[in-house]
């Protein structure tokens, strides 16, 4: 199995707020990655796809990076309503999900 | 419009086997590149990828649970079936079914479905 390592597993910003993720991989994934948005009781949302691809309508405020082991998860100005946990999840072989990051306001 | 929906038994009791539908709308499981996968979530935790069928019959199970779980198909009805045996009390969380596109996995998700496993 490819592990997946995301940090933080839990962080408080104000609104405003640059909010970084990370999540490595245990080898090499090239950029088969998305980030989802998980609200408190429902499903997960796709954000990013393929590390660094915006899903359609998603804000431009969220963004991803990196290929390789190592990838990053951005938002650039926090917003009440980004209060939630953020997975990644790698693709390149039998799929496989970070721990998750709970992202609160400060 | 693409949508998703799981369904089953909320409770079911240990050893026992779950069976979970996931029915879906707006798309063809026989069209190309289409796959439609299982996740599951542990209340309080971390979501679990579990199985993955694709529209030419392709298979991909979790290394962990392979030997527990069984996905099929029925084009014809727009439906993915979902089976695990040997149900445990830690297998209690939330079922998701979700739409994968070559190249864009889990793009959209049913609702999901909370099982739980108790005697």
């Known amino acids: 199995d490819i592990q997946m390592t995301q940090s933080p597993s839990s962080l408080s910003a104000s609104v405003g707020d640059r909010v970084t993720i990370t999540c490595q991989a245990s080898?090499?994934?090239?950029?088969?990655l998305n980030w989802y948005q998980q609200k408190p009781g429902k499903a997960p949302k796709l954000l990013i796809y393929?590390?660094?691809n915006l899903e359609t309508g998603v804000p431009s405020r969220f963004s991803g990076s990196g290929s390789g082991t190592d990838f990053t998860f951005t938002i650039s100005s926090l917003q009440p309503e980004d209060i939630a946990t953020y997975y990644c999840?790698?693709?390149?072989?039998?799929?496989?999900f970070g721990g998750g990051t709970k992202v609160e306001i400060k | 419009q693409i949508t998703l929906k799981e369904s089953g038994p909320t409770l079911v009791k240990p050893t026992q086997t779950l069976t979970l539908t996931c029915t879906f709308s707006?798309?063809?499981?026989?069209?190309?590149?289409?796959?439609v996968g299982w996740i599951r979530q542990p209340p309080g935790k971390a979501l679990e990828w579990l199985a993955l069928?694709?529209?030419?019959?392709?298979?991909r199970y979790s290394p962990s649970l392979k030997s527990r779980l069984t996905i099929t198909k029925d084009t014809s009805k727009n439906q993915v079936v979902l089976t695990m045996t040997n149900m445990d009390p830690v297998d209690t969380a939330t079922y998701y079914c979700?739409?994968?596109?070559?190249?864009?996995?889990?793009?959209?998700w049913g609702q999901g479905t909370l099982v739980t496993v108790s005697s």
């Open positions: 979700a739409h994968s596109l070559s190249g864009v996995m889990n793009d959209y």
């Open positions: 707006g798309f063809s499981l026989s069209t190309s590149g289409v796959g």
């Open positions: 069928i694709y529209w030419d019959d392709d298979k």
């Open positions: 080898q090499d994934i090239s950029n088969y």
């Open positions: 393929d590390a660094s």
């Open positions: 999840q790698q693709y390149d072989n039998l799929p496989t």
